[in-house]
Antibody, heavy 120, light 108 residues
Framework: EVELVESGGDLVQPGGSLRLSCAAS????????VSWVRQAPGQGLEWVAS????????IYADSVKGRFTISRDNSKNMVFLEMNSLRGDDTAIYYC?????????????WGQGTLVTVSS | EIMLTQSPATLSVSPGERVTLSCRASQSVFINLAWYQQKPGRAPRLLIYGTSTRAAGVPARFSGSKSGTEFTLTISSLQSEDFAVYFCQQYDTWPPITFGQGTRLDIK
């Protein structure tokens, strides 16, 4: 059974940093693309960043480029999202999601999400 | 960036009714469109990918189709568990991967 479990969400001040983690199981992790998708309170879905299985391909939304870094540790089946220079509009539930492969970027499995609140 | 426009924003329907939700793309995405269902307090769930292929475990009352750049999610006979928010997403031209703003199905 595929499972994605996020952690690391917290209340952080504007300008601060946070690192989210996603623990994956139940599928061939090292060959699977994984992404982060966020949802601000009461709002729609926004794609944030994606990494291919080998991490040779990494892409970001313009809204986070230069502030967020996605990475993965295939030896531990983990994906991370390092978030710096956080702003109020980064407040959201952050979901870890997987795709069937890098070229087919729909999201067939979702984690339960972790809440990031940016506020003073 | 490909924009996706979903309509209507909210739809009030009765159980047993047939429902059609629309998602219009600002340019061609071929068949590279997915639909998700989200219930309150829950993560989204993949319903449809490739315009019309149901994900594993999705009931046959859910179907997807397209005409040009307009995509449709049809629920043939609404069940109580289908009242939720539905999002479309294109994965043809990226980055960025984009979502529609969602359609909420309410009980009439």
């Amino acid at each position: 059974e595929v499972e994605l479990v996020e952690s690391g969400g917290d209340l952080v001040q504007p300008g601060g940093s946070l690192r989210l983690s996603c623990a994956a199981s139940g599928f061939t992790f090292s060959s699977s693309a994984v992404s982060w998708v966020r949802q601000a309170p009461g709002q729609g879905l926004e794609w944030v960043a994606s990494t291919s299985g080998s991490a040779t391909d990494i892409i970001y939304a313009d809204s986070v480029k230069g502030r967020f870094t996605i990475s993965r540790d295939n030896s531990k089946n983990m994906v991370f999202l390092e978030m710096n220079s956080l702003r109020g509009d980064d407040t959201a539930i952050y979901y870890c999601v997987k795709s069937p492969n890098w070229g087919l970027s729909y999201f067939d499995f979702w984690g339960q999400g972790t809440l990031v609140t940016v506020s003073s | 960036e490909i924009m996706l426009t979903q309509s209507p924003a909210t739809l009030s329907v009765s159980p047993g009714e047939r429902v059609t939700l629309s998602c219009r793309a600002s340019q061609s995405v071929f068949i590279n469109l997915a639909w998700y269902q989200q219930k309150p307090g829950r993560a989204p769930r993949l319903l449809i990918y490739g315009t019309s292929t149901r994900a594993a475990g999705v009931p046959a009352r859910f179907s997807g189709s397209k005409s040009g750049t307009e995509f449709t999610l049809t629920i043939s006979s609404l069940q109580s568990e289908d009242f939720a928010v539905y999002f479309c997403q294109q994965y043809d031209t990226w980055p960025p991967i984009t979502f529609g703003q969602g359609t909420r199905l309410d009980i009439k």
